[in-house]
């Protein structure tokens, strides 16, 4: 999204205070409020699904473990799950083995 918004500067953005050049993360940090991790976090997982997080946005697979979950899957692999969480159904990428609270093992599929 930076890039077709600001295609001149390549991930690097003048500063929201004029005061020289930051990186995108710093400036969306600033933007946000949340931490350098996060917004990292956040960019990374934006970068891995490409199309397919505006996809999920509204269903069951707009959760960060989700979202991680998500991306260790291929597109071809993803579709079929995103396709159902679009539908309505309440889908879940999670593999059973990490969907865990304490003790108790939960399954949502």
Not at 24 to 47: I, M, S
Not at 78 to 84: A, E, H, N, Q, S
Not at 93 to 105: D, I, K, L, N
Request: hydrophobic share 30%; charged share 30%.
């Amino acid at each position: 999204m930076w890039e077709i918004l600001h295609p001149e500067t390549d991930r690097i953005s003048v500063s929201l205070g004029g005061r020289g050049k930051v990186e995108f993360a710093t400036d969306t940090q600033r933007v946000t409020g949340d931490d350098r991790r996060r917004t990292n976090e956040h960019l990374a997982r934006a970068d891995a699904l490409g199309p397919d997080l505006h996809a999920v946005i509204g269903t069951s697979l707009d959760k960060g473990v989700e979202l991680d979950a998500l991306q260790a899957m291929t597109p071809g692999d993803r579709k079929p799950l995103i396709d159902r969480a679009q539908a309505g159904e309440k889908a879940s990428a999670e593999s059973p083995q990490t969907c865990r609270r304490g003790s108790e093992q939960y399954s949502y599929h």
